[in-house]
């Protein structure tokens, strides 16, 4: 769908990545610290059949034009559900329902199934961010109407961008995830020593255990990575959801996994583990992909119920692969359960949000601030309990 702008630009909604040639795209994505915005990574989300309209995100990503020259992207899907967002908004549904107004459909901005910071509108360098935020906006303002769309949605957002959409009319809500800041560490031993001794011994005791059970770790990465191993990874992948039934969150399709070979070799990790009786087939393995100075951890699975195993795959080797190779930050994924305890803070992320109904944006906006106090209180609790070696 083409809009008119009343100024320069055009607007262009597309129904799915392929419509935008992969370099045109990529070259607003690239630049970005995360890697979950680039035309590789939507592009296999939507033609594995794992972010479509039949599993509930339509895609719908607004482009802005000048000419025929691409300036901005945003991705965007059609939500009719909140499944695969790891952003717990049933209370809005909820108080819309109550108001008598529908919360669904939403236009929601993210990368699908991927609770990672960094979402904000894909700008080329050199424009005016400020005049293409508000020529896009305001697009998505029209295109919310004519479509009877309830909000906008903007989940895990850059924190260095989040105060332009504010200055847009968005009003921010705090949530926190478990990120790993490298400390300046050199080794693993030097991660080892922020915690207290108890923690030491029982991180040495965890990695131990793995050993003990005749398994090596080997990261594989690139040219190492095969198709046979990413289908070994969506076996393991389907494994660990299945255990959880139907909070299992079993959202990609074999296909998704086969196709990070071979275009998303260059970003993808797979933490595996060997027994010593046969070091070509492993017994368990986390994915996790990279760019930059950071290291993202997403899956894992097992073939049995092996001690500590998913400890060392899905954080410990992890940890010493990015100190050894100059990463400063390492997000491990959705929960929490298990990453405080091995050094995972909770850091704030931020999802922006504009409703179309006044009574639940009034309701939002006067209630919002002490929403965020609330969290910022649970953050500082949990930080406060981390078993870190006492400072002084």
């Known amino acids: 769908m083409v809009q008119s702008l009343p100024s320069r630009y055009t607007a262009h909604w597309v129904n799915q990545v392929a419509e935008i040639p992969q370099a045109e795209w990529d070259a607003?994505?690239?630049?970005?610290?995360?890697?979950?915005?680039?035309?590789?990574?939507?592009?296999?989300?939507?033609?594995?059949?794992?972010?479509?309209?039949?599993?509930?995100?339509?895609?719908?990503?607004?482009?802005?034009?000048?000419?025929?020259?691409?300036?901005?992207?945003a991705p965007f899907y059609i939500?009719?559900?909140?499944?695969?967002?790891f952003v717990f908004d049933h209370q809005w549904a909820e108080l819309a329902h109550r108001l008598g107004t529908n919360y669904y459909p939403k236009l929601l901005g993210m990368s699908p199934f991927t609770p990672a910071e960094g979402y904000r509108f894909?700008?080329?360098?050199?424009?005016?961010?400020?005049?293409?935020?508000?020529?896009?906006?305001?697009?998505?303002?029209?295109?919310c109407a004519k479509n009877r769309?309830?909000?906008?949605?903007?989940?895990?957002?850059?924190?260095?961008?989040r105060p332009v959409l504010e200055r847009h009319g968005f009003s921010t809500w705090m949530h926190h995830s478990y990120v790993w800041q490298n400390l300046d560490f050199q080794t693993f031993d030097d991660y080892l020593q922020a915690f207290n001794a108890n923690q030491r011994r029982n991180i040495k005791r965890e990695r131990k255990a793995v050993k003990n059970a005749g398994l090596n770790l080997r990261a594989i990465t690139g040219e190492e990575?095969?198709?046979s191993l990413c289908q070994t990874m969506y076996s393991f992948y389907c494994d660990t959801c299945d255990k959880f039934g139907w909070w299992g969150s079993k959202y990609l399709t074999r296909r998704f996994f086969e196709e990070l070979y071979p275009d998303w070799c260059h970003r993808t990790i797979l933490f595996a583990a060997f027994s010593d009786d046969d070091p070509q087939h492993p017994v368990g393995m986390s994915i996790c992909?990279?760019?930059?100075?950071?290291?993202?951890?997403?899956?894992?699975?097992?073939?049995?119920?092996?001690?500590?195993?998913?400890?060392?795959?899905?954080?410990?080797?992890?940890?010493?692969?990015?100190?050894?190779?100059?990463?400063?930050?390492?997000?491990p994924g959705a929960g929490g359960r298990?990453?405080?305890?091995?050094?995972?803070?909770?850091?704030?992320?931020?999802?922006?949000?504009?409703?179309?109904?006044?009574?639940?944006?009034?309701?939002?906006?006067?209630?919002?601030?002490?929403?965020?106090?609330q969290e910022q209180m649970e953050i500082d609790a949990i930080n406060a309990d981390l078993p870190l070696k006492q400072k002084g």
């Open 338 to 373: 298990h990453k405080k305890r091995r050094g995972f803070p909770a850091t704030p992320n931020y999802s922006l949000h504009r409703f179309y109904d006044e009574r639940l944006m009034q309701i939002l906006r006067g209630y919002i601030n002490q929403i965020n106090e």
């Open 225 to 227: 990575l095969t198709r």
């Open 122 to 143: 894909l700008i080329a360098p050199g424009e005016d961010e400020d005049e293409i935020v508000e020529q896009m906006v305001s697009e998505i303002d029209h295109y």
């Open 79 to 85: 939500k009719g559900h909140s499944y695969g967002e």
């Open 289 to 331: 992909f990279t760019k930059g100075d950071r290291l993202y951890g997403r899956y894992w699975g097992a073939h049995d119920d092996i001690e500590n195993l998913h400890f060392d795959t899905c954080y410990y080797s992890p940890i010493e692969w990015a100190i050894d190779h100059g990463v400063q930050v390492f997000d």
């Open 28 to 73: 607003l994505a690239k630049p970005l610290k995360t890697p979950f915005f680039e035309w590789a990574w939507l592009h296999n989300l939507e033609a594995s059949g794992s972010a479509t309209s039949k599993a509930g995100w339509l895609p719908s990503h607004l482009t802005l034009w000048r000419d025929r020259t691409l300036i901005a992207i």
């Open 149 to 161: 769309i309830s909000g906008c949605n903007l989940l895990y957002v850059d924190p260095e961008w």
